[in-house]
């Protein structure tokens, strides 16, 4: 997570380690979409980027209106 208040986007960077495996090489926050979406297209232009993930990022401490009762399986 990014602790800035109004960072609401995050790019996920991903390079291959030694061993050939897709590893997280870095993040970056962003608070409008057109920009994250820029950065995004401009890493994966990078040849070493194999892949750069664009989630959003939501507040878990607020409760949602209504939430539907988990089913919990009895054995």
Do not use: C, W
Not at 16 to 43: K, M
């Amino acid at each position: 997570m990014t602790r800035h208040p109004r960072h609401k986007l995050r790019v996920v960077v991903f390079q291959l380690d030694d061993e050939g495996r897709q590893r997280i090489s870095a993040s970056y926050g962003f608070t409008h979409l057109s920009a994250a979406v820029a950065f995004q297209a401009n890493v994966l232009a990078r040849s070493s980027v194999v892949r750069a993930d664009l989630m959003l990022l939501l507040n878990s401490s607020s409760k949602p209106a209504a939430v539907a009762p988990m089913l919990v399986p009895t054995p």
